[in-house]
Each structure stands twice: as structure tokens, then as C-alpha cells.
């Protein structure tokens, strides 16, 4: 397995919005965020873009394992771990449709990373049992178009039950709550708008590195 020594754990997540119509403009905007992620020392770069073709999809990621092979930022695929092995990224990010963590692991081994979308203690112990290497639970806070959310009680009744394995924090975390969730026990968090943002990727960094330097 691929080890994330850094705590917190950062993990940005691309927005979704790539199409093959718009392939270049995103393309490029991808590849932006991707390259600040690396400069930031983002721990994981989640490829989201399931509207891309696997051709698109191919292209792309091969493009952002160049910018991050060299770095400490880890680069994965949504769902597709076809393409996260062939363009040559660290892992996957599995959802409830994918692939189980078992099934990737005893077809790639140990040196692929495996992320998991969970949304229960259930499936939080699911992943961890299945060798995952980590968890995205959530929704923490309220999320526009993303249900009632679990809260940070439940997140720390989750952590606790599951340590040392680690439960990255996803919904409505930013650069003013995330303490938040690492105080509740998340080993990190995860994010779209947080991490996109120029602005608050870069405030996010700061707050990190002043935690780390203490």
C-alpha cells in the first residue's frame, strides 16, 4: 500500500464538470487545480469526471500523473481502476457501483491505493475489512443536493470504533470548519469547492502548515 504519512490527510476531488464538448476548457482548468494541489502538498487528487469518455478519461489522467508523479500528492481515478493502471495513477476511489476493495486488491496488490465512498459505519467497517486504505465518509455538514447530514457526533463514533483506520471527512468541510472534523477523530478531509478554489486551497495550506510547524 501506498503509506499517507501527512496528517491531516488532504483530498481533493475534481468537480465533475468535464464533458466531451468542453474536454479542452476543463482540461486545462483540471490540470490547474491539479498542478496548485502539488504545489500545496494536497495529499490525494481524486479524477472525478464521469462524463468524459474513457479515450477523454485516458488522455487526462495520464496528463495529471505527470504532474504529480514526482510529488508526494497521490493521483486517483473514480471508479475506472482500468484506467487508473494504465495512465499510470497511484489508485482508485471506489463507489457503492464499483468494483469491491477486495476484488481491486487481489487483482493489483498492494501497491495500488484503494479510497472508498462510504456513508455508514457498516460500510466504513466494510472497506477497512476488505484492506482499503481509506475511507471518504460523509455528508459531515449540510451539502446543497446531498441529503441530511451525519453530523460530527456520528463522525467520531465512526472513527473511534474504526482506529487506527483512517476516515477522511467529505461534505461541506472548508478552511474555516475542517479543525472541526480532525478534532472528532477524521485522519483528514475531503473536498470540491474547497480544494478548487485558489483561494482556499491556499488558505487551507497555511492553516496546515502553522498546525504542523506547532
Do not use: W
Not at 461534505?171 to 479543525?179: K, P, Q, T
Amino acid at each position: 500500500m501506498k503509506a499517507l504519512c501527512q496528517r491531516p490527510i488532504t483530498y481533493l476531488i475534481t468537480t465533475g464538470e468535464a464533458t466531451p464538448d468542453n474536454f479542452e476548457t476543463q482540461r486545462k482548468l483540471i490540470l490547474d487545480s491539479i498542478r496548485s494541489a502539488v504545489e500545496c502538498g494536497i495529499s490525494c487528487v481524486q479524477i472525478r469526471e464521469k462524463l468524459l469518455t474513457a479515450k477523454l478519461l485516458y488522455q487526462l489522467v495520464t496528463e495529471a500523473a505527470d504532474l504529480t508523479r514526482s510529488s508526494s500528492t497521490r493521483l486517483l481515478v473514480n471508479d475506472r481502476v482500468d484506467i487508473a493502471v494504465a495512465a499510470g495513477a497511484d489508485g482508485v476511489h471506489l463507489t457503492s457501483n464499483s468494483m469491491s476493495a477486495r476484488d481491486v486488491r487481489t487483482a493489483f496488490g498492494d501497491e495500488i491505493l484503494i479510497a472508498v465512498s462510504t456513508h455508514s459505519l457498516a460500510e466504513v467497517e466494510a472497506a477497512a475489512s476488505e484492506n482499503a486504505d481509506l475511507v471518504v465518509f460523509g455528508p459531515i455538514f449540510k451539502t446543497p443536493g446531498k441529503g441530511d447530514p451525519i453530523g460530527l457526533t456520528e463522525l467520531a463514533t465512526v472513527c473511534a470504533k474504526v482506529a487506527p483506520f483512517p476516515v477522511l471527512a467529505l461534505g461541506g468541510v472548508d478552511a474555516d470548519n475542517f479543525h472541526k472534523v480532525i478534532d472528532a477523530g477524521a485522519a483528514g478531509f475531503a473536498g470540491i469547492r474547497c480544494f478548487n478554489d485558489a483561494y482556499s486551497l491556499r488558505r487551507i495550506s497555511n492553516q496546515i502548515e502553522y498546525l504542523n510547524a506547532e
